[in-house]
């Protein structure tokens, strides 16, 4: 059990060039459940192995329980780590997978095997102690690489993207498993995944890095109701969040043509900054849709994803003159279309014009430039 | 009545391949009995003349139907073959030790801590296969001599050792290749030091390329000719040396040739057949993953 901090840590693989982790700070509190979450690229897997002490720390320091950690290597650091592809000992057997580490800290043979034991019947392996990983399907590898890590009881668990080569269904499986277990053990876990998904159902608090540096670190109610920049907003949730490039007004901003009214203290940071232009962000659930000629922005529906529970219609913004254009960039959303979250089986079909309206608390406003929050 | 038409259709289709395939496939297979048949007929030839007597291994038309006689292989161990067995025997399994004591950590480093000048020294190791053993013969010669170590099975081990390092660092370094980089990091995230983790990680992992490794720089080193005939003269021969002593100023001794030439074989060929599982495994190493 251990907190953990990085303090300005920076990884940088060629001089000159960009840090891959650039002067990260997090504090990692003792039993925490924290995801690194980004697109590929972000530093997030690099971030990890320099706290596993598989990267050098060029800059900055690591802190485990206040004891720094460069120079001091793997094996000296009392961590386990659970690999992407898990990383068994193809030559051992299960339970000789699992009792390699208390082998390695000179635990005598019968302990070993308690502790094993122990760990298989948490892990639901004790059938397949005998067998050679490759014997093992790809859920029961991956819980063998968590017995392995769980069975010597370390001060800090690592997971690098452990449900990536699990099948959609296993991978939602294990993933509360995972979860459950640690709140069971207790012990500090970072763990790093590319699925906004994993990393809001899974962290106490989640850090979403991009371009090596962090973005934001908060609970995943907060990164999705209050997302610090353009780019968290547009990475947490799925659909993305809508994001519009709007033409500050008087009274708000006009979307499409249509003026949208913005509550008197977001106006006033807008008027400080004298800002002439906004990035507007609305979820797709923060839309009301309305039959066509109604009150709200006119759209056309171009596709419609029925889910059962709700449906998605991906459509246009119609009357989208020279004051709208789209923040593309960082969202993958583009022009003037707009995704928008309705309940199921509305029976709105492709081609159908409807009228949308913007919720007003679920409005988030960005600097057209810097993409912070306003 | 769509289905129906496409079932129809299909069926040609289905088989089509198959049939097609057929053709080449058995080209294929004819062509390879002949090329092994091709391999293994002077072995067969060889171990048959063994067998016959002096006259009747040098008829024409060759002899096919003899009875079979023992006197050469007699010959050949009364002739005192013994001796330079032996010599063979040290010179293979010494070379073969020290190149996989010195290979492995070199391939292991080479491969899974690759630094920038690493593509420099592998070619470097290539490159000293490039020139000819005949033309360093001289300079070795001198050398040897001047350290009055002529006839010396020392020096043949230290010959065979430096010319089959460039080889097995390339094989070992190709298995290597092979083992997962996250293996030895998980092994050290477990608590294990670097040569823990080699022995009780790696090691298990590319023994079969190991014993690939070793057989192959054991046969190399039981065939060599050419530095043994030319540095050794009584003390250190080895085995190539005494069947040379078959071909003499008064003639070819065929037969007897033919059977020192499978006793000499024999090693070989008895190491390759225990070791067949693993040398299989191992220069088949990647594609059986």
């Given amino acids: ?374 | 009545m769509t289905a129906v038409d496409e079932r129809t259709t299909a069926t040609p289709a289905a088989t089509a391949p198959r049939r097609t395939s057929r053709g080449p496939g058995a080209l294929l297979s004819v062509l390879a009995w002949i090329v092994g048949l091709g391999f293994f007929f002077p072995v067969l030839w060889m171990v048959m003349t063994a067998f016959k007597t002096e006259a009747q291994a040098v008829t024409i038309p060759p002899t096919v139907f003899f009875v079979p006689t023992f006197d050469n292989f007699a010959e050949v161990f009364g002739g005192g073959v013994g001796p330079y067995l032996l010599n063979s025997l040290f010179a293979t399994v010494a070379s073969t030790v020290l190149v996989l004591l010195l290979g492995t950590p070199a391939a292991f480093a080479l491969s899974l801590r690759p630094v920038k000048k690493t593509q420099d020294v592998l070619f470097f190791f290539i490159s000293t296969k490039m020139l000819p053993v005949v033309a360093a013969i001289v300079p070795i010669y001198v050398v040897v001599n001047y350290l009055g170590a002529l006839d010396n099975i020392w020096t043949l081990i230290v010959l065979y050792t430096a010319m089959n390092l460039p080889i097995a660092v390339w094989m070992m370094r190709s298995f290597f290749l092979e083992v997962p980089k996250e293996l030895l990091e998980a092994a050290s995230m477990d608590g294990a030091s670097l040569w823990r983790s080699l022995r009780e990680v790696v090691l298990p992992i590319i023994s079969p390329g190991m014993a690939a490794t070793a057989l192959i720089c054991s046969i190399f080193a039981w065939n060599e000719f050419f530095f043994a005939v030319n540095l050794t003269a009584s003390r250190a021969a080895t085995v190539p040396v005494y069947l040379v002593g078959f071909i003499t100023s008064e003639g070819l001794y065929f037969a007897s040739l033919c059977a020192a030439a499978t006793v000499a074989a024999l090693p070989v060929v008895i190491a390759g057949w225990i070791a067949q599982n693993k040398l299989v495994q191992g220069l088949s190493f990647g594609a059986v993953k």
């Fill in chain 1, 1 to 374: 059990m251990a907190d953990v901090v990085f303090d300005q840590a920076s990884r940088i693989y060629t001089p000159g060039a960009k840090p891959a982790v650039d002067r990260l700070d997090l504090t990692i509190e003792d039993g925490e459940f924290v995801v690194l979450v980004g697109p590929s690229g972000s530093g997030k897997s690099t971030a990890l192995r320099m706290l596993a002490g598989l990267e050098e720390i060029d800059g900055g320091s690591i802190r485990i329980d206040g004891e720094n950690m460069v120079g001091v290597a793997s094996r000296d650091r009392d961590i386990a780590m659970v690999f992407q592809n898990y990383a068994l000992y193809p030559n051992k057997t299960v339970a000789e997978n699992m009792a390699f580490p208390l082998k390695m800290a000179g635990i005598d043979k019968s302990d070993r095997a308690v502790k094993v034991k122990e760990a298989a019947e948490i892990l639901g392996l004790t059938d397949y102690l005998d067998r050679k990983p490759r014997a093992l399907s790809g859920g029961q590898r991956q819980r063998v690489a968590m017995g392995r890590a769980i069975v010597r009881e370390p001060r800090v668990f690592l997971m690098d993207e452990p449900l990536s080569n699990l099948d959609a269904k296993m991978r939602v499986q294990t993933r509360t498993e995972i979860a459950a277990l640690q709140r069971r053990l207790g012990v500090t876990t970072v763990y790093v995944t590319h699925d906004q998904v994993e990393a809001m159902t899974m962290g106490d608090r989640v850090a979403l890095l991009a371009d090596g540096k962090l973005q934001q670190f908060a609970s995943p109610a907060d990164l999705y109701d209050r997302p610090q920049n353009a780019f968290v907003a547009g990475f947490i949730g799925s659909p993305a969040m809508n994001l519009f490039r709007a033409r500050v007004t008087e009274r708000g901003v006009t979307l499409a043509g249509r003026e949208v009214a913005l509550p008197q203290d977001v106006r006033s940071t807008i008027g400080s900054k004298q800002l002439t232009e906004v990035t507007l962000g609305i979820r797709p659930e923060q839309w009301t849709v309305a039959p066509d000629g109604g009150e709200g922005i006119p759209a056309r529906v171009d596709v419609v994803e029925e889910l059962g529970s709700d449906a998605y219609l991906y459509g246009t913004l119609a009357e989208s003159s020279g004051d709208l254009s789209a923040t593309a960039s960082l969202t993958g959303s583009h022009d003037d279309s707009v995704v928008v979250r309705t309940a199921g089986r509305t029976g709105a079909r492709r081609g159908d014009r409807v009228a949308l309206t913007p919720s007003t608390e679920g409005l988030h406003l960005f600097h057209p430039e810097t993409g912070d929050r306003l």
